[in-house]
């Protein structure tokens, strides 16, 4: 399609989603702060204007048309986006030198770019409120309300935790009833953090417990999963290198490592003993489709949504907790010292694992996470020149691993792995993969036994609740889902910008990388054999290893709260759900005129408030109940008709 752009005749893709798209394709960008091409268009920011045909609009909510006729830069748009980047840093908490974000902020990247070098409003910062209460760090104060993050996690994550509360002035993201965070259904995959375009999202940093643990007598172990080796050089200035990660582990001996392990052995041992456990399953025709349950993202998601589907997760533990596991209850005999004398550190591209190595089950296995962003500011601030450093393998016994263990950083990679498995031990003799949607593969394979299977590959946990909400092809017997998009390659601790072209050009780098190993599947891995033939021979002890269990999860901690408490048994019960969805739709507004009619007509021993936060009813919110009757699509008139009803004068 022909347009014109400040004059000139360009040519743009047909069905561009919409104008900022196509002139983005095209080596236009124009300023945005509203816009993410994964989630629907919001159009609030009004940064992206163009002029057409002498009027000027938002490019992000325009569709390109043969012929038409645009400006991109013209005076009167200069000085409209300077007047509303200065209207934003008015009410904005600029501690830039103090900030995650210093450098990376595209808020900064504009207020520099369009000179802005005093701000003419007057200064209405709002106070600084932080929650750090899980590994998502909010601070309100540097919100610029531009709704990404609330609609990654509504439209991307099929989460939706965090709204838009409150007006004017006072709006603000907030979780429903303002749960700190880590209280929430908040499965912490950090896609908020990777979309959030200034330093109001950022991820919680423990540096600081490396350099503790670097000074202590303990002996410092790390290991280093694989979709942190594809962008790590985004962050210090590096080009493509396959052999990134040999100079990590080079790197991290010099400052005090003593031993660094590759995540992608762990991988091929979890891919190992999935496949068993799979086959054990299909045969038996139990337990199915099988879900991976490397992702606690995901994890989290399933106890907390689908409690129904937890006997579908496999119970092998994850590349991070089975290695864990290992380095403290088998490496430490082998060494001949005490586990608490291992300080364990996992080098990983994701927020959730912070959270998985707190988990009840697994606590003390893995010390530390670490994220990208994280490693990458250890390697800036010792001053050492990563691109100098020469490579060093990883240390032995579980530094070695195949292409399908180190294949588990992108979307795809525990499914081939595990088929790969499968292929070893029983044969594939068909296999066909075809996209069914963005973010959702079909695998169609056929066993030399004559079983046949069907399997998906899901990133997007949007995509995963569409699945699990309509699954009725009974043939599908086993499903990867990652939480994000394009697999952890695309992990919330990852580099900044993290969108989609970044996140496919690091799948690409992993590819790259994958391709040059040696050994093809988990069977090949001598070491993994090993390690099964001589250390895990006892069941009991391969299972506490290897494996795990989940159990149903609460999505908010508190579930009821008084607000109006009557102790008679003989009385009208009315709940109001305030969590997210139901709050966003008007409950605490409910809430309110019920509280207030109680008063007024003087019946507070007889009817008790308390506030919930779920009916499980999500999609006709806002909910009520009262005594056992379910209101949905609630209004304060249609509960109040209930209560009269009820009543007895
Ligand atoms: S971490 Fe994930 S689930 Fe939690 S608020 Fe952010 S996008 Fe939503
Ligand atoms: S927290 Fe970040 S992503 Fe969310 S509305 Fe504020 S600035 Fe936008
Ligand atoms: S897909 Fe990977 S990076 Fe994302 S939450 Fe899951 S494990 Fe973490
Ligand atoms: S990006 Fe278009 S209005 Fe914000």
């Known amino acids: 399609m022909k347009i014109f752009v400040n004059g000139k005749e360009v040519e743009i893709n047909e069905n561009e989603r919409n104008l900022l798209e196509a002139l983005k394709n095209v080596g236009i960008e124009i300023p945005n702060l509203c816009y993410l091409s994964e989630t629907s268009i919001y159009g609030a920011c009004r940064m992206c204007l163009v002029e057409l045909d002498g009027q000027i609009t938002t490019s992000c909510t325009l569709k390109p048309y043969e012929g038409m006729r645009i400006k991109t830069s013209t005076p009167e748009i200069y000085e409209i986006r300077r007047g509303i980047l200065e209207l934003i840093l008015a009410s904005h908490n600029r501690d830039c030198t103090t900030c995650d974000r210093n450098g990376s902020c595209k808020l900064q990247r504009y207020a520099e770019e369009f000179g802005i070098r005093r701000v003419r409003f007057q200064n209405i910062e709002k106070p600084a409120v932080k929650d750090d209460s899980s590994p998502i760090i909010r601070d309100n104060s540097k919100c610029i309300l531009c709704g990404d993050c609330i609609r990654v996690c509504e439209e991307v994550q099929g989460v939706g935790v965090i709204e838009f509360a409150g007006r004017g002035f006072n709006s603000q993201v907030a979780t429903a009833f303002d749960t700190p965070l880590g209280k929430t259904e908040c499965v912490f995959c950090g896609q908020c953090v990777a979309n959030c375009p200034t330093g109001a999202l950022t991820m919680k940093n423990d540096v600081d417990e490396l350099y503790r643990a670097l000074e202590s007598e303990k002996i410092v172990v790390g290991m280093i999963a694989p979709a942190v080796r594809a962008a790590i050089q985004e962050e210090l200035g590096m080009n493509e290198d396959l052999a990134l990660a040999e100079r990590l582990a080079a790197f991290l001996r010099t400052i005090g490592f003593s031993k660094v392990f590759d995540v992608s052995f762990a991988a091929d041992l979890v891919a190992y003993e999935e496949a068993h456990e799979f086959y054990e399953r299909l045969k038996n025709n139990e337990r199915l489709p099988q879900f991976t349950s490397c992702c606690p993202a995901w994890v ?69 996470v670490l994220t990208t962003k994280e490693l990458a500011q250890v390697i800036k601030s010792s001053g050492v020149n990563l691109k100098k450093m020469t490579p060093e393998p990883f240390d032995r016994p579980y530094g070695i691993s195949s292409q399908g263990g180190l294949a588990f950083g992108k979307a795809g990679g525990v499914l081939g792995c595990v088929v790969s498995v499968l292929d070893e031990e029983i044969g594939v003799v068909k296999e066909e993969v075809r996209e069914i949607n963005k973010g959702v593969n079909l695998v169609e394979i056929e066993l030399k036994d004559g079983t046949s299977f069907k399997a998906l590959g899901i990133f997007g946990l949007g995509n995963a609740k569409d699945i699990l909400e309509n699954i009725d092809d009974k043939d599908i017997s086993i499903i990867e889902v990652m939480a994000c998009n394009f697999g952890c390659v695309g992990g919330g601790g ?30 090949e891995n001598y070491y993994m054999i090993k390690l099964y033939q001589e250390d895990l021979k006892d069941e009991k002890l391969k299972h506490e290893v290897l494996h795990t269990n989940y159990k149903p999860r609460r999505r908010v901690e508190e579930t009821e709260f008084e607000i109006l408490p009557v102790p008679d048994e003989d009385k009208i019960k009315v709940k109001v759900c305030l969590g997210t969805s139901c709050y966003s739709k008007g409950s605490y507004n409910i809430l309110e005129k019920v509280v207030d009619y109680v008063k007024k007509e003087d019946m507070e021993g007889k009817i008790e408030v308390v506030g919930t936060f779920c009916t499980e009813n999500c999609g006709a919110s806002p909910n009520v109940v009262v005594n056992d009757k379910l209101i949905s699509d609630a209004t304060f008139e249609k509960v109040l008709k209930e209560l009269e009803k009820n009543v007895k004068r």
Request: one cysteine or more; proline letters at 7%.
């Open 300 to 368: 989290k998601f399933v106890e907390q949504f689908y409690p129904e589907y937890i006997d579908n997760l496999s119970t092998v533990k994850s590349p991070q907790q089975a290695l864990g596991a290992i380095v403290k209850k088998i490496y430490s005999r082998k060494l001949g010292v005490n586990p608490d004398d291992i300080f364990l550190v996992s080098f990983m591209p994701c927020t959730a694992k912070k959270f998985e190595s707190e988990r009840e089950e697994h606590k003390g296995d893995v010390d530390l």
């Open 494 to 523: 990852q580099p900044y910008p993290n969108d989609s072209s970044v996140r496919k050009q690091r799948a690409k780098i992993l590819k790259d990388t994958v391709g040059i190993k040696t050994l093809l599947t988990p069977v």
